[in-house]
Nanobody, 119 residues
């Protein structure tokens, strides 16, 4: 039974910071490239960030503000989000098996965690 579970979402003011985490069970994250995607109401799911053995890749909209990382020993993935904007409001999803070069998702998904940026 392969699972990913996100946590750390919530309400934050514009300009604030938030760190999302994702825990994996049933498989080892060290064998997969990882990523984060997000989906706002009425919008398509979009790529946010990915990390693989050749480095990191970010959507232009979050470059310089978000940082993806992992801890293979803990089987966890993180997304540090700084300088948050209202347009960052979305449900954020953890993904394993992300295609680093194309930013397409792999087969493993979490259920998502809501991030709301508002004053």
């Amino acid at each position: 039974q392969l699972q990913l579970e996100e946590s750390g979402g919530g309400l934050v003011q514009p300009g604030g910071s938030l760190r999302l985490s994702c825990t994996a069970s049933g498989f080892r994250l060290d064998k997969h490239a990882i990523g984060w995607f997000r989906q706002a109401p009425g919008k398509e799911r979009e790529f946010v960030a990915a990390e693989g053995n050749v480095g990191t890749n970010y959507a232009d909209s979050v470059k310089g503000r978000f940082t993806i990382s992992r801890d293979n020993a803990k089987n966890m993935v993180y997304l540090q989000m700084n300088s948050l904007k209202p347009e960052d409001t979305a449900v954020y999803y953890c993904n394993a098996g992300t295609h680093w070069g194309t930013s397409q998702p792999g087969p493993y998904w979490g259920q998502g965690t809501q991030v709301t940026v508002s004053s």
